[in-house]
């Protein structure tokens, strides 16, 4: 296999997709895998110096990765208590196959909350982008 290139590393199609069945809410949401961006997000959330370790940290990681038809996040930053006040179970199924796709395991986030050492109040930027 050889060298690739500028252009075939930036059309090379590595998010990938899945829909989720939620019967919580009465159907399924589409969840894609988190791009190196949105992990980035994530990780300033938690490091802020106002951030909260791990709070709502499972419906921040839904709210980056639940999108709709057009490929387009579902939720922004302002939707994250809201969301967080959702049934645990159909938020944990979500976050269950947004962490899947996007290779974040338990040991991954705990370790992440735990080098926050943080205060509560923090939001991710709303960096809304296209899909990849």
Do not use: H, Y
Not at 74 to 85: E, G, I, K
């Amino acid at each position: 296999m050889g060298a690739l290139t500028r252009d075939q590393i930036l059309q090379a199609p590595d998010i990938e997709v899945r829909e989720v069945e939620v019967p919580e809410w009465g159907g399924t949401v589409r969840v894609r895998s988190m791009s190196a961006g949105d992990l980035d997000v994530l990780e300033n959330w938690i490091a802020s110096a106002e951030g909260a370790g791990l709070d709502d940290f499972r419906a921040r990681v839904v709210a980056l990765t639940a999108i709709g038809e057009d490929g387009e996040r579902l939720f922004a930053a302002a939707d994250v208590a809201a969301l967080a006040a959702k049934s645990m179970r159909a938020v944990e199924r979500v976050f269950a196959v947004a962490a899947e796709l996007s290779a974040l395991t338990r040991t991954e986030s705990d370790l992440l909350g735990k080098a926050s050492g943080a205060r509560s109040g923090a939001s991710f930027t709303d960096s809304r982008s296209s899909s990849e």
